[in-house]
């Protein structure tokens, strides 16, 4: 047994943490020769409990012998259907319907746990499962096994020897089985739990300008049947599916979109796949890159390369790149609270590092995972942490600018993000004394009486950039003064809810609102504007 362990120790650390590599170990070939027919119970045990894949060459779980003939004609006999070993056949079965149940076999880690009885663990840990066993092998009369290496088998828990089917109670860290005639116990919790997988093609954050075939596929890694749902609803509920499309067959896609996707087990639906969030492009967005200064550089660069797809926006510059800008302060003066914006436009994917300068303070090689990109304490996220400055989320006070202003606000906003106000602004007036621009979706949004005035400045309060996707709601206006006093002059999408703006203007050129370039506005829920001259 300590060549046995030997190999299933290597095969285990080599294969397993790679995903992306794989063995497959077999006994017998129709090119060598048949493994030993007279030892096919000790091989079946020791075969079908190695890591990675395993095949079984037809007759190895029946005792098919060797045929007539010269060279390889042997190891292609007929199959013994009228001579089937049922000791074997039995032994087999049972080793592989444990080893399909449990994953951990082939693809979780290998610790040895005792010489005599050899008995060693498996144990796989990952989004899709977790999953524990213990195993015997050469083990007689009642065996007495320490499962406390796992800790959720903790005294009182019901455990199976999937080989005898008898069950035991954990006591005192341990668990006894009786072995049978060929010495094997499997010791498994009877319920483990395997979660269902889901992938789709294209994959995450692909482009084509004509559009994408979305396909989705679920399954499981113990071959249970599954189902596949879809939304366009980030919001949506994981727990309540009813809002969800079910997968039926695959779509088409022809206008940049994000949906999530998810996979239930068909006999469990408590049993699903973590939400897939997929991005689709036909047209090429802009990707913001965020970055905390955790390390407390005094200026932060970066630098970055193979960005694609290439275009003159994104091309990369000498080391140490291009310099990012402080986006907001977390209202302290300590630099590791501050975080750095960089924007390349037009871009997919790219490959980076942070530095200070120079070379002797920075990052390894990264990778970003979306078009919106945050990292914090050598991790990335898609979407905005927890830590991210609170002057960038909710509107603090009525001042013009600095930290807390609306101003400050929508300047460090992350894109397609909501603002919101502090419940001590109701019923008071946020004086703007200077245009504000707004280059980015957002959505400005309030159930309070709060007011946004702009008479004392000439021109709009608000200027909505090309392209951009914006919705006030709730919020009060009173527009600019002046000749060309407006409330919001919109070169964007813009979608008005609830909003009242008084327009004191008696110029021909003012407006409370003023689409320009193709400009688009969207009316809900009695929007008013109230003309004093």
Known sequence: MATIDNIYSSYASVANPDPTWNFLSYLSSHDTQLSDRNNLINEGTTFLMLPGAVQIYYGDETKRLAGPGPGDQPTRSFMNWNSIDQVVLSHWKKLGQ????????????????????????????????????????????????????????????????????????????????????????????????????????????????????????????????????????????????????????????????????????????????????LNYFTEIPDMTIYYKNTSGYSNVFLYHWNSLPAASGNTSTAWPGKPMTLICNNNTATPNDDWYILTLPATLTTQLIFNCGSNTCQTGNLSTPGSLNFYENGSWSTTTPASFCNDCKIVANTNNAGNGSLRYAIGCAVPGSTLAFDPGLNNQIITVTAPIDINKDLTISTTQNITVSGSGMVGSLFTIGSDKNVTIKGLDFICGSGPDGKCITNNGKLTLDGVDMMDNNSGSNGSSVLNENAGQITIKNNVKVIKTN
């Open 98 to 277: 444990f080893r399909q149940k449990h994953p951990a076999i082939g693809a979780g880690s290998h610790t040895k746990l005792q010489t005599t009885p050899y008995t060693f663990k498996r144990s796989l840990s990952r989004q899709d499962a977790q999953d524990d066993v213990i195993i015997v092998m050469g083990a007689s009369g009642n065996v007495t096994i320490d499962v406390s290496s796992i800790p959720s088998w903790s005294n009182g828990t019901v455990l199976k020897n999937g080989y005898s089917g008898q069950t035991a109670t954990v006591s005192a860290n341990s668990v006894t089985f009786a072995a049978g005639t060929n010495g094997v116990i499997l010791i498994e919790n009877p319920n483990p739990v395997i979660l269902p997988t889901i992938t789709a093609t294209p994959e995450n954050n692909a482009y084509n300008a004509a559009g994408h075939t979305v396909c989705l596929s679920g399954s499981s890694i113990d071959c249970s049947a599954v189902t596949v749902y879809y939304t366009y609803d980030l919001n949506a509920s994981e727990t309540d599916l009813s809002s969800w499309t079910l997968f039926t067959g695959c779509f088409q896609i022809n206008q940049n979109t994000t949906l999530k996707a998810i996979s239930v087990n068909n006999s469990n639906t408590a049993l699903k796949s973590q939400a897939l969030v």
